[in-house]
T-cell receptor, first 112, second 113 residues
Framework: SQQGEEDPQALSIQEGENATMNCSYK?????LQWYRQNSGRGLVHLIL?????REKHSGRLRVTLDTSKKSSSLLITASRAADTASYFC????????????FGAGTRLAVHP | DGGITQSPKYLFRKEGQNVTLSCEQN?????MYWYRQDPGQGLRLIYY???????QKGDIAEGYSVSREKKESFPLTVTSAQKNPTAFYLC????????????FGPGTRLLVL
């Protein structure tokens, strides 16, 4: 079964607005990662947050992790039309090999 | 120009036919992975390999086979035993067993005639 579940499944916003996507997972993790996928393409790694970290920033991206609630959020600030893509969270379970377990993703549409 | 390449971009399979998807990387990565993605879904792990001449089944290995004879290559064969092969197949690599970030190829879309 999928470890991560993203919420919402789809998000539609205007350029300049912020986009927030959430991810919940079921078991203890080593780290949680966010990936981006443009339609019909491969995935691109965005950011990794370890289980002992609470917040991480990369450019316009901000990721938070709450291990007590087994949840994470990805915030994209000042969104652009080029941010239109699907965003996936993926977890590396604690004690496991480097296997990523993906959620079903959030489809983000940013309108000009 | 470093990265992961997958070929072909589109592949058509006839009933009862085995087809092989290619994945090559020049990143000198030890670990390689194959995932399947169905429409509107996340990725599911088919097989992975940590080192040459060794590989392990993922969550949905039935109907698939792999080999890892060279560090840079990890081909996936979709056999006739895979009854629902239509999907988008993604190959990925990572620098090692303790390195978390995976780098993905552009994918192969497999369709059944």
């Amino acid at each position: 079964s999928q470890q991560g579940e993203e919420d919402p499944q789809a998000l539609s916003i205007q350029e300049g607005e912020n986009a927030t996507m959430n991810c919940s997972y079921k078991t203890s993790i080593n780290n949680l990662q966010w990936y981006r996928q443009n339609s019909g393409r491969g995935l691109v790694h965005l950011i990794l947050i370890r289980s002992n970290e609470r917040e991480k920033h990369s450019g316009r991206l901000r990721v938070t992790l709450d291990t007590s609630k087994k949840s994470s959020s990805l915030l994209i600030t000042a969104s652009r039309a080029a941010d239109t893509a699907s965003y996936f969270c993926a977890t590396v379970p604690k004690g496991g090999y480097n296997k990523l377990i993906f959620g079903a993703g959030t489809r983000l549409a940013v309108h000009p | 120009d470093g990265g992961i390449t997958q070929s072909p971009k589109y592949l058509f399979r006839k009933e009862g036919q085995n087809v092989t998807l290619s994945c090559e990387q020049n990143l000198n990565h030890d670990a390689m992975y194959w995932y399947r993605q169905d429409p509107g879904q996340g990725l599911r792990l088919i097989y992975y390999s940590q080192i040459v001449n060794d590989f392990q089944k993922g969550d949905i290995a039935e109907g698939y086979s792999v080999s890892r004879e060279k560090k840079e290559s990890f081909p996936l064969t979709v056999t006739s035993a895979q009854k629902n092969p239509t999907a988008f197949y993604l190959c990925a690599s990572a620098a090692g067993t303790s390195v978390e970030t995976q780098y993905f190829g552009p994918g192969t879309r497999l369709l059944v005639l």
